[in-house]
Each structure stands twice: as C-alpha cells, then as structure tokens.
Nanobody, 115 residues
Framework: QVQLVESGGGLVQPGGSLRLSCAAS????????MSWYRQAPGKQRELVAS???????NYADFVKGRFTISRDNAKNSVYLQMNSLLPEDTAVYYC?????????WGQGTQVTVSL
C-alpha cells in the first residue's frame, strides 16, 4: 500500500536550515508529482512546494528563494531543503502524493523556528 514517512524536522533558530525527507513506498515515485504542505496551529494546511515527475518545480511565494524541493527516484524519496527559516515557518510539514485519484499523506514532521 502507499506509504509516506517524513523525517528531519526539529527545533532551529531563525536564519537556520533544515532538510526534510519523505520516504515513499507502495508506488513508483518517478511516475508521480510530489508535494510538501504545512499546517500551523489554528491555520489551514497550505501548499509549500511541488515537483512534477519530470522535475518541474513550483513554490509558494512565501518560500521562494529560501526552500528547494528535490527528488531522488532511485531512493524513492523527496526532500525539502529549508534555508533562512523564519518563526512563521513553524508548522507540521507533510508530503503528499496523488495516486489513482486519491491523496495520500504522511504523518508529518514538526518544524519549530524559535530562539
């Protein structure tokens, strides 16, 4: 079955960096677009970045120039490199795949940006 497992979150100071990983199983990653979303307390889940099967990337305006999404099809993994982190980046980060017309989500990884 389709499974997504995020890792790499943690506590970081403003201006710091983190690299999130999403390990996928149950489907061939190379054939599908993958996305990272985030949800802060009391807010709706929002799209952060996406990467198409061909490698085309798309970013929310609030992370452009700071975050980079990438994929390693050989490792069936997707990554989110987050630089110049801000307190407002604090959220639970999720990866998602749309597989056979259904959205699958991981359990999320907490990112906290604070002094």
């Amino acid at each position: 079955q389709v499974q997504l497992v995020e890792s790499g979150g943690g506590l970081v100071q403003p201006g710091g960096s983190l690299r999130l990983s999403c390990a996928a199983s149950g489907f061939t990653l190379s054939s599908y677009a993958m996305s990272w979303y985030r949800q802060a307390p009391g807010k709706q889940r929002e799209l952060v970045a996406s990467i198409a099967s061909g490698g085309y990337t798309n970013y929310a305006d609030f992370v452009k120039g700071r975050f980079t999404i990438s994929r390693d099809n050989a490792k069936n993994s997707v990554y989110l490199q987050m630089n110049s982190l801000l307190p407002e980046d604090t959220a639970v980060y999720y990866c998602k795949v749309r597989y056979w017309a259904r959205d699958y989500w991981g359990q999320g990884t907490q990112v906290t940006v604070s002094l």
